[in-house]
């Protein structure tokens, strides 16, 4: 991968079981991987085409059961060295960050089981979108539904973002 390229950094958060690895791992590999180490978490790097640009995405799976020390968020600062807790991602990052414009996309994954299994509703997840000012994207890992949607989009706020500052 040339160093010189733009590098775009996604972090997935969430509760752990809601498919941070299958996603990464379906947008970094094209697989979907069933059993995954849910303590573990890692980091992944692949070139992309971004719009007919070539730059690379750096994509952090965090694990969730612990607080996540010393990661990048969306943006391009590193290593903000402190801690989060569960709760409300979006604003304890906001706030670790001290920064309210960082990209978010919220996403509701598993969306190629039965509605019967659903733990949030549709309304209630763009409700959240809505309070947070960032796009809700129902994905699947297994189905690929939608996953490069999500990083794509991701990219190009960022993108956005840096070009914007
Ligand atoms: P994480 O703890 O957030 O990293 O969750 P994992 O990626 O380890 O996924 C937890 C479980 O949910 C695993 O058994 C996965 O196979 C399953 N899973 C993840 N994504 C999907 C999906 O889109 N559809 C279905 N049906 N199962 C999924
Ligand atoms: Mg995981």
Redesign the pocket.
């Known amino acids: 991968v040339k160093q010189d390229l733009p590098l775009h950094k996604v972090i ?1 958060v ?10 990464t791992l379906q947008y970094m590999y094209g697989d ?5 180490d ?1 303590t573990k978490a890692d980091s992944y790097r692949k070139k992309v085409t971004l719009d007919g640009q070539d730059c690379q995405i750096d994509i952090l ?1 965090t ?2 059961q612990e607080e996540y020390a010393a990661v990048s968020f969306f943006i391009m600062r590193e290593h903000v060295g402190r801690y989060l807790r569960r709760g409300d991602f979006r604003e304890q990052i906001s706030r670790v960050l001290d920064d309210d414009s960082v990209p978010f996309i919220l996403v509701g ?5 039965a509605n019967s299994h659903r733990k949030v509703t549709k309304e209630e997840a763009t409700a959240k979108a809505a309070e947070w000012g960032c796009p809700y994207i129902e ?5 690929r539904l939608n996953v490069d949607e999500v990083y794509t989009e991701l990219m190009r706020k960022i993108r956005a973002r840096k070009e914007s500052q």
């Open positions: 997935m969430g509760s752990g079981g809601v498919g941070k690895s299958a996603l979907f991987v069933e059993e995954y849910p799976d694990a969730g994954n598993k969306a190629d089981l994905t699947s890992a297994k189905t």
